[in-house]
C-alpha cells in the first residue's frame, strides 16, 4: 500500500506564489510516475503535472506551462508543485497521485494513478 500526505496549501494572492509537497509512505517511490491534478467543486478533476520516476521527464497541462514546475526528491519519497504567477482560476483543490506509465509515457489521465492523497485547498484572490 501507499499513503500519500500533501501540504502546503492555503490563501495566496494572485500572482503570488505557492508550494505544494507531497510524502509518500510504502511501496518503492522511485519506480512510480507521480502526479497533480485538481478539481474545483462541481468539475472534473483537471491533470496538471507530472513527472517520471527518475525524474528529468515532465509532462504539464498547457494550463500550468511555464507557471508550475513539478519536481521529486526520491530520497525523501517526496514530490513537489512549485507554483508561481498564480491566477484566481488555479483555485482548486489540488491532489498529489502515484501511478503508472503508459506504453513508456507519462499520462494526464487519472485512471492511470492508483493512489491519492487527501488533497490541499489552494485559493486565489483576485
Not at 18 to 38: D, E, Q
Not at 103 to 114: K, T
Not at 116 to 123: P, R
Request: charged share 20%; glycine share 12%; net charge positive.
Amino acid at each position: 500500500q501507499v499513503q500519500l500526505v500533501e501540504s502546503g496549501g492555503g490563501l495566496v494572492q494572485a500572482g503570488g506564489s505557492l508550494r505544494l509537497s507531497c510524502a509518500a509512505s510504502g511501496r518503492s517511490f522511485s519506480s512510480y510516475p507521480v502526479g497533480w491534478f485538481r478539481q474545483d467543486p462541481g468539475k472534473e478533476r483537471e491533470f496538471v503535472a507530472a513527472i517520471r520516476g527518475s525524474g528529468g521527464i515532465t509532462l504539464y497541462a498547457d494550463s500550468a506551462k511555464g507557471r508550475f514546475t513539478i519536481s521529486r526528491d526520491n530520497a525523501k519519497k517526496t514530490m513537489y508543485l512549485q507554483m508561481n504567477s498564480l491566477k484566481p482560476e488555479d483555485t482548486a483543490v489540488y491532489y498529489c497521485a502515484l501511478g503508472r506509465m503508459v506504453a513508456g509515457f507519462l499520462s494526464p489521465d487519472s485512471y492511470n494513478y492508483d493512489y491519492w492523497g487527501q488533497g490541499t485547498q489552494v485559493t486565489v484572490s483576485s
